[in-house]
């Protein structure tokens, strides 16, 4: 084990990782950085209200954080530490992302599930597993964005607070985007797909121009 760079507190975790781990995560970090410059653009072209913007930059911080963490889980599960010490480090480390990145309580608690196990010892994330899991048949559905969502929903059996909490955004959200009053944005969007598609066991698509839904 190595004695860990001088810039890491004594209790810093990654003080178990080599430098070559440490070299992968700052890369994942600068890579994670996209998340918030595309939101940015995106804001910049639509200039949407305040209150969406804000909503727009929690989501690619959510998505930066989780991008980080899952280098973070593979650099620690190749430790090979005890389960117990493997999720007191993700811990630490999701807690940091949270605190720096102004994660909500249900973003954390929505992380520290995902990354409760080391890798190879549970499900891999959808987007990793998309060789090994089970092909979906074309599945006929209705043409809507709105009757996507509800239908995926209630095939998943999550009331509209349960989804509305997985995905980070307000029940009231989630109601408007299955009723078709607002269009969800790219990363709601997104964020759908990654929640029923865990669920589900299969890779999600949410048509917006088609009336089928299949994997990819």
Known sequence: MNQGLPRLLPEDPENLLSAD????????????????????????????????????????????????????????????????KFRECMKTETEAAVNSLQLSGAQQRLLEVEFYFQSGTAALPVALAEDSAPAAQPIPIQSTIGEQI???????????????????????????????RSKPHYFSLRAYETTFSKILKYKVVISEDVRTMSAK
């Open 21 to 84: 781990s440490r070299k992968r995560i700052q890369r994942a970090l600068i890579d994670a950085e996209k998340f918030v410059w595309e939101t940015e653009i995106l804001i910049e072209s639509h200039r949407p209200q305040s209150d969406k913007a804000q909503m727009l930059r929690n989501l690619a911080n959510f998505r930066k954080a989780r991008a980080i963490l899952a280098v973070m889980r593979v650099e620690y599960s190749g430790l090979e530490l005890p389960d117990a």
């Open 150 to 180: 509800r239908r995926l929903r209630a095939e998943c059996r999550l009331t509209v607070d349960e989804l509305a909490e997985r995905i980070g955004v307000q029940p009231r959200t989630v109601r408007r985007h299955q009723s078709g």
